[in-house]
């Protein structure tokens, strides 16, 4: 659902960049109480993660495919504030480095596909589980809900944002038709995406899943058929925050290397819901060229490679790269200064 230069008026992509930087800014904030030393690597893994994730359209209807957006598994995986910072990341070295979604409309895609998605999936996800009981297949059953209605969330604020200030004059309601009915589709491919992810992730360290603190629920054993507390164990396990995370860390890396650097050559080339949409009902007259049209990975391929089986795979393995960097020095940046801020706060509070 990337939005290229064109689709709506620089006006209203203004207002929309104004709004998506005010997001960001509150976001590095509310991150701070998300992260910490040990996982801000991780949430630097989300985000390339979901970058890998992103380049394998599948196909969703006649001539079209989908992709995940990735707002509803950030948001449960690292957080709601930290997920919207991983979206915008991967927006960014798209459109900086593969031209996919442009950059004067950054700001709408970062407000649709990263605020919106990310908003929406965790409030639901939130809700959900406080009413199901408190197992780890609840849980995944809530976040499978969660991303199925986060998708068609943002392709109602894209028509919306089209509505306001589409460069074409197309009737409304066929553009809200057309969105809707696609992107529930692609919808049930992002709920499966980010069900299994998230299930896995449970199923190996349900302590660094973020949406899952404070739900776990005491091991029951059935004894006479009945269910009872297991007993506590003899020996206790070591605190979540002292257990190692580099064994995930690096299952996740070369998955994520592994679905760009081969998985990709083999995904829909049919175009993704917006796409077919805009080129259905005209709403891509208007479209500008990418400014970074010229960018050496432009189109998602090393220029000059020839074999498209290998520029194909070394983009995807360029971006996993650059996005894990970007994400990660970022998140730990925003870790160091909630461990600076209370320090500060602890030297203030000696000294009253």
């Known amino acids: 659902m990337h ?23 509150v976001s590095l904030r509310g991150a701070r109480r998300e992260l910490d030393e040990r996982t801000a690597p991780l949430a630097g893994l989300v985000a390339a993660f979901i970058f890998a994730v ?56 970062v407000l649709d596909m990263g605020v919106v998605t990310t908003v929406v999936a965790y409030a639901l996800f939130r809700g959900l589980v406080g009413v199901l009981p408190r197992t780890r297949r609840s849980m995944t059953a809530a976040s499978f809900v969660a991303a199925l209605v986060s998708v068609p969330a943002a392709a ?8 306001i200030g589409g460069t074409t004059d197309i009737p409304i309601g066929k553009v809200f038709t057309a969105m809707v009915g696609v992107h529930v589709l692609i919808g049930i491919g992002e709920a499966v995406i980010t069900a299994l992810t998230v299930g896995a992730v449970l199923a190996v ?10 739900l776990t629920a005491p091991l029951k054993l059935r004894v006479d058929g009945e269910l009872v507390d297991a007993p506590a164990p003899v020996r206790e396990p070591a605190p979540a925050a002292h257990r190692p995370t580099r064994g995930l860390w690096v299952t996740g890396l070369v998955t994520a290397l592994v679905l760009a650097g081969f998985v990709s050559f083999y995904a829909s080339a049919n175009p993704d819901g917006l796409e077919k949409v805009a080129t259905d009902q005209g709403i891509d007259k208007e479209a500008k060229e990418h400014a970074a049209k010229d960018s050496p990975l432009a189109d998602y391929g090393v220029k000059d490679v020839s074999n498209a089986r290998l520029s194909g795979g070394l983009a995807g393995i360029i971006g996993v790269g650059a996005t894990l960097v970007a994400g990660s020095g970022a998140f730990y940046v925003v870790s160091r200064r909630r461990r600076t801020q209370g320090e500060a706060d602890s030297r203030t509070e000696e000294k009253v």
């Not at 109602?156 to 509505?163: E, G, P, S």
């Not at 360290?205 to 404070?214: E, S, T």
Request: proline content about 5%; some cysteine; overall charge negative.
């Open 205 to 214: 360290r349900p302590d660094l899943v973020h949406g899952a603190k404070g």
């Open 156 to 163: 109602c604020a894209f028509t919306l944002m089209y509505w």
């Open 3 to 25: 939005v290229p230069d064109g689709f709506i008026n620089a006006p209203v992509s203004a207002v929309a960049g104004v709004v998506a930087a005010g997001a960001v800014a």
């Open 54 to 109: 992103q380049m394998l359209n599948f196909p969703v209807a006649a001539g079209t495919s989908g992709h995940l957006l990735g707002g509803a598994l950030a948001a449960i995986l690292v957080g709601p504030y930290t997920g919207v910072l991983c979206i915008s990341v991967v927006l960014l070295m798209q459109g900086i480095l593969f031209a996919d979604g442009g950059l004067t409309a950054l700001g709408v895609n």
